[in-house]
């Protein structure tokens, strides 16, 4: 067999190995809590930090921060004033092994 025949028989053998990643998208985190000092986000995203990823407190008592994440599903929770927060109005909740809840966000 040719050197060229071989080449071939090991081309065909192997395949595609191309992985489209999807660029990460800027994802905007809005909690409504006036009294708060301090509030800040945890999730899959950053292992649960509970320091990680502080808010910005606006107008009107509403904390905002907005991070890079690429498409999938991920479960967060915010972090106010050393409790976590168990109520989150508009969000989806989804029990935790701890017997509360996080919330699910999902990034296409």
Known sequence: MSKKEKKGLKSEGKKENKTSQKPEKNVKFTFQ????????????????STNSLPMKKEKEGIWKTEIKLPPGRYEYKYFADNTWVEDNPGAEPIPNPFGTQNFVISVS
Not at 33 to 46: C, M, Q, R, S
């Open 33 to 48: 809590a006036p009294g708060a000092k301090d509030v800040y986000l945890t999730g899959e995203f950053n292992y649960w």
